[in-house]
């Protein structure tokens, strides 16, 4: 998903807030991700306990947390396709 979480990212990022949550992972295996997977180009936090992912809801990856404006999160479990990601973004800012 990290290709089409960037494109989305560079499409919508004037519309939306990206941001990346790596979870149960040190932190120099997460730079390289980034820098290899073009995600570098908006904010990530890493959770190495895994205590927000569990706050989220969220066992593992891959996932996707949609927050709208008024605090509402839907989380997607699972692998999700460019075109899914950009109705569910398109769905949000139409909100």
Do not use: C
Request: net charge negative; hydrophobic share 40%; aromatic share 8%.
């Amino acid at each position: 998903e990290a290709p089409a979480v960037a494109a989305a990212n560079d499409t919508y990022g004037d519309q939306v807030t990206f941001v990346g949550m790596a979870g149960k992972d040190d932190l120099s295996a997460v730079k390289g991700f980034l820098g290899g997977n073009g995600v570098n180009r908006f904010t990530h936090t890493l959770d190495g306990d895994g205590s927000l992912w569990a706050a989220f809801g969220i066992g593992s990856q891959p996932a996707v947390a949609f927050i709208n404006d008024d605090g509402t999160i839907d989380v997607r479990q699972g692998a999700i396709s460019e075109d899914e990601l950009a109705e569910r973004i398109e769905e949000l800012i139409a909100t």
